[in-house]
């Protein structure tokens, strides 16, 4: 099972400040990784696919870098509604693992 | 409008059984492999099991092979989770989601408490 490790687990900006997140895979899945955006009581919301692709309709100050084994999560600057819970997921292998989230919070 | 909605949910004593449907409206349901992924209370996401879109290819996480069936019926445009032998781990907000993985829909999800 390919395990992914994000971090920082918490990390507090403020409103319009960049943010960057990481996310490690314990063995390289090519550029196999999504990005998805929890907020409270809220189903997931798909941002970024194949490492580097915004989903439909994300604002463009999401974007998404990386390929092996080291991804990067990229908010240009932040607005109030960005603070939430972030995780990756790969397909490089089954089962479709997710790493543990990113809380972004606010400063 | 796209749209999936969970049902099935509720509070079961451990060793038994649910079944969890999902209905999609606003999508060409046949046309994408769909699959369950589940958030334990206050922790992460985990994927549970996805199906081809004819129903001839299925998956599933180690820690559910053998107890959960998911099915589909394309005439309906539904998706089904059949979960036997539930244990205490199982506690679970269940989301139906689409595609076989970058799930780009999400149902509002169905909460499952495995408990006596």
């Known amino acids: 099972e390919i395990v992914l490790t994000q971090s920082p687990a918490t990390l507090s900006l403020s409103p319009g400040e960049r943010a960057t997140l990481s996310c490690r895979a314990s063995q390289s899945i090519s550029n196999y990784l999504a990005w998805y955006q929890q907020k409270p009581g809220q189903a997931p919301r798909l941002l970024i696919y194949?490492?580097?692709n915004r989903a439909t309709g994300i604002p463009a100050r999401f974007s998404g870098s990386g390929s092996g084994t080291d991804f990067t999560l990229t908010i240009s600057s932040l607005e109030p509604e960005d603070f939430a819970v972030y995780y990756c997921q790969q397909r490089n292998n089954r089962p479709y693992t997710f790493g543990q989230g990113t809380k972004l919070e606010i400063k | 409008e796209v749209q999936l909605v969970e049902s099935g949910g509720g509070l079961v004593q451990p060793g038994g059984s649910l079944r969890l449907s999902c209905a999609a409206s606003g999508i060409t349901f046949r046309t994408y492999w769909m699959s369950w992924v589940r958030q334990a209370p206050g922790k992460g996401l985990e994927w549970v099991a996805n199906i081809k879109q004819d129903g001839s290819e299925k998956y599933y996480v180690d820690s559910v092979r053998g107890r959960f069936t998911i099915s589909r019926d394309n005439a309906k445009n539904s998706l089904f989770l059949q979960m036997n032998g539930l244990r205490a781990e199982d506690t679970a907000v269940y989301y139906c989601a689409k595609g076989a993985w970058a799930f780009d829909i999400w149902g509002q999800g169905t909460m499952v408490t495995v408990s006596s």
């Open positions: 194949d490492a580097s």
